[in-house]
């Protein structure tokens, strides 16, 4: 009993902590960069409207300049980064952060979790599935792209679907392999929760209604799922 508590306390602790923490860093972040452009243009700008002759007082500030320059600044970065000399400044930089240590760890670990909320569209994948990978017995989520087509279908005795299979914690990367479809098993839970399940590891697990379990593959009313 005292087991099963302490199983379920940490559960929904860390469960907590994956939901609050990219929240709390994401507050954090932009609450620091409004406040520091505010606390350091705000001042400019009232004397550049003293110098034009503006009727305001010297401890008169602008509203939403810190979130107004925020979102320029991050603008033209994208706009620097996506060019050639942008590309390399950036790719030095990072060789640079590269060989501090303690910088290195956590400019890497941001950057993989915005990379990840970034790139990672739920839109690309049509269909949640369990398969049989890397061998039979051992199952992983993965999540249906389209059907083979071209000389990947030419060649194989079956109708196979691609499938990609990602890695935890980072669902960006993964596996794409080609699997019959009458080996996939259907799974009720959508893309998103699918994803939250992967990135967490396996700890956030999506609701399930056993009444649904019965559903239809390839035709066929498939046995119901004990949990």
Not at 3 to 29: C, D, E, W
Not at 73 to 83: E, H, K, R, S, W
Not at 93 to 118: F, N, W
Request: hydrophobic share 50%.
């Amino acid at each position: 009993m005292l087991t099963t508590i302490k199983h379920r306390f940490r559960t929904f602790f860390i469960a907590g902590l994956l939901i609050t923490l990219p929240i709390a860093f994401t507050f954090f972040i932009l609450s620091f960069l409004f406040k520091g452009l505010d606390n350091s243009l705000s001042p400019l700008f009232t004397e550049l409207l003293i110098f034009l002759g503006a009727p305001v007082a010297k401890d008169f500030q602008i509203p939403g300049v810190g979130v107004f320059m925020t979102l320029v600044i991050i603008f033209f970065v994208g706009v620097l980064a996506t060019n050639i000399f942008g590309e390399k400044l950036v790719h030095w930089g990072e060789s640079i952060v590269a060989r501090i240590p303690v910088v290195r760890s956590i400019y890497t670990g941001v950057k993989q979790v915005v990379t990840t909320i970034i790139q990672t569209d739920a839109n690309a994948f049509s269909k949640c599935v369990l398969v049989e990978f890397p061998r039979k017995g051992v199952y992983a989520l993965g999540f249906i792209t389209s059907e083979a087509k071209g000389e990947i279908q030419m060649k194989t005795e079956e109708q196979v679907c691609n499938v990609f299979v990602p890695t935890t914690p980072n669902p960006t990367s993964g596996f794409l392999i080609f699997i019959p479809q009458n080996e996939l098993i259907d799974m009720e839970m959508s893309i998103e929760d699918g994803l939250k399940l992967i990135i967490s590891g396996g700890i956030v697990v999506p609701p399930f209604d056993p009444a649904k379990a019965a559903r239809i593959e390839n035709g066929r009313p498939t046995k119901d799922i004990k949990i």
